[in-house]
């Protein structure tokens, strides 16, 4: 079966198909097109470090739509190992810039206004230049000191071209191969979709911003900038210019001069406080994206990428968090179970084995062995083995908590986040009982309550009508009548054979008595013939209760 690609995306569907021979199976793929696959397991032949960064190094060459897709995987624990997660964590997009006209062009018609105008100082060579956007330096009349975050142009007409190959691509291999069944990369596509909308609209990570400055206000020692309304737009990006260094560039004796320990501590209470309490988190928490400033504070920059969760999976997720943390390994499975959804194949007690074996190995592990980020992400491999969907939520939180274990673990490598956890776990419970009875919550179960009791009477007069009138009618769904009322026919069946053979054996019994001119063997005829069929009706009694029965199974043990 052929693919029916346009011919304007037949060249980026080239370059998959070149990836997948590269990197996964030859065999695979024939005459451009993706033949079944059977093994997820040998999906990628080589796991070695080299490989991966090779991986990573193609993406970055095939454009913007490749690179967030690398970034993407990584975050995804349940397709790949660990040393291509690594790899594409790591996934910079520095390319070369746009030129500086084309910048004037486009701040002018985005803002309205020459950049001569709108800024005292604008930087001709950008800082930093990547798929998507490039910043410059700037500062404004008032002489505040700002970057501006500028689309690179043609951006989006390029992405939208690659998702309408991978589109294609993506519905063919889940149609057509068990790794697409298992791993649903439809949805995956789903998921860069929407990030790559969200990344281009720089009016939205502009509001992230704001939401995040005023959600994390009470953590004194993190910063991040402020967005500048009247200066963005969709494509240009206007933002306070924090000084200072990201923690990878860090030295050895800068590290030794700040608190390591407070700092990790407030970052990692900081993001425990956006995931399990305000359902809105900075999910890419790497290294890149964290700043140390000047003056010894923490800098979260890049939010265009953000996780929004809703109130019962927060709750889920901090019994997870909590069960991890102190080692209870069954109700981490159960847990788990709660916050997906089970495919057709759905092996449940390999699941809950796995899990359990997991978190009993955590409890017993060194700090620079695992901790709760490698939990999380381990189970969502776990999952995927087991034919079980966890939330793409599920996936970006293991992500995020894989970073920020790494940030933490440079600024102090003794720091333990699951005394954190299990410390903050009756502060998050108190705050999310406040925010259950903020105002806004308790209108919507004032109106709730409200819309019950004008249908109340209502109800109440269907039901006794009902009654009223003999049409009250109760469904129980607790057993199957049709298998109950086979049983017992089975059972009066076999009274009743039972019954004709034992009358069959006493009757044979009183006619031996008898003498006839018939004999069998030397006996009466007649009553032989008897005990001959109420023997052959008796063995085939017994027969059809041993073998065609179905017998209770036995519990195990470790059931």
């Known amino acids: 079966m052929a693919l029916s690609l346009k011919p304007e995306r037949i060249k980026r569907y080239k370059d998959v198909v070149a990836l997948l021979i590269k990197y996964g199976r030859s065999d ?49 624990g349940d397709l790949l190992p660990e040393p291509y997660l690594e790899a ?26 020459r950049i001569s105008k709108l800024f005292a100082e604008f930087d001709r060579e950008p800082t930093a230049a990547a798929s998507l956007a490039q910043v410059h330096r700037a500062r404004m009349r008032d002489g505040r000191m700002v970057v501006v975050k500028i689309q690179r142009p ?45 990344e281009l ?79 809105f988190f900075h999910a890419d928490p790497h290294p890149g994206n964290v700043l140390i400033t000047d003056d010894d504070r923490i800098a979260i920059i890049d939010l265009g990428m953000v996780g929004h969760i809703s109130g019962s999976f927060q709750e889920n997720l901090l019994r997870l968090l909590l069960a991890i943390s102190e080692g209870r390994g069954d109700e981490a499975a159960e847990v788990s179970m709660m916050m997906g959804d089970p495919k057709p194949n759905f092996d449940k007690r390999d699941f809950e084995h796995r899990v359990a074996n997991l978190v009993a190995q955590h409890s017993n592990a060194t700090l620079d062995q695992i901790d709760a980020g490698h939990v999380v992400l ?15 939520e599920f996936t ?65 007069n269907k039901i006794l009508d009902a009654i009223g009138n003999n049409e009250l009618k109760i469904g129980v769904d607790a057993i199957d009548e049709r298998v109950v009322l086979d049983g017992l026919q089975k059972v009066a069946n076999r009274i009743a054979l039972g019954l004709v053979l034992a009358a069959l054996i006493v009757g044979a019994a009183l006619m031996m008595r008898v003498e006839t001119a018939f004999r069998i063997f030397g006996y009466p005829g007649l009553p032989m013939i008897f005990f001959l069929m109420a023997a052959v009706a008796g063995i085939a009694l017994v027969v059809s209760i041993v073998f065609y029965d179905k017998h209770p199974r036995k519990k195990s043990d470790g059931s």
């Open 28 to 76: 695979l793929v024939q005459q451009n097109d993706l033949e079944l696959m059977s093994a997820p397991s040998q999906a990628l032949a080589k796991t070695d470090q080299a490989k991966a960064e090779e991986l990573a190094s193609d993406l970055e060459q095939l454009g913007p739509t490749f690179i967030k897709l690398g970034q993407l995987l990584s975050t995804r």
């Open 88 to 113: 594409l964590g790591r996934l910079q997009d520095q390319i070369e810039p746009f030129s500086f006209d084309e910048v004037e062009q486009i701040v002018s018609s985005e803002l309205g206004a």
């Open 154 to 198: 043609g951006v989006r007409e390029i992405i939208v071209k690659d998702l309408e190959a991978l589109e294609e691509i993506t519905e063919f291999i889940d149609a057509h191969t068990e790794m697409g069944k298992r791993y649903e990369f439809s949805n995956m596509l789903g998921e860069l979709r929407q990030s790559l909308l969200r």
């Open 201 to 279: 609209d720089f009016k939205s990570e502009a509001a992230n911003l704001r939401r995040l400055r005023s959600t994390l206000r009470e953590f004194e020692r993190l910063i991040i900038p402020e967005p500048i309304e009247d200066y963005t737009t969709s494509r240009v990006l206007t933002m306070d210019y924090i000084a200072g260094k990201k923690i990878t560039t860090l030295s050895p004796l800068r590290l030794m001069e700040l608190d390591g320990p407070g700092l990790s501590e407030e970052l990692f209470r900081a993001y425990l406080k956006q995931i399990l309490v305000d359902g």
């Open 378 to 392: 381990e189970i969502t491999r776990i999952s995927a083995d087991c034919w079980f969907r966890l939330p793409s």
């Open 396 to 460: 970006l939180i293991a992500k995020a908590l894989l970073n920020l274990d790494r940030v933490v673990y440079t600024l102090f490598p003794d720091f333990d986040p699951n005394e954190i956890i299990r410390d903050e776990a009756t502060g998050i419970l108190t705050r999310q009982m406040i925010k259950s009875i903020e105002p806004g919550n308790v209108l919507t179960r004032v109106i709730e309550l409200k819309e019950f009791v004008e249908r109340l009477p209502i109800r109440v």
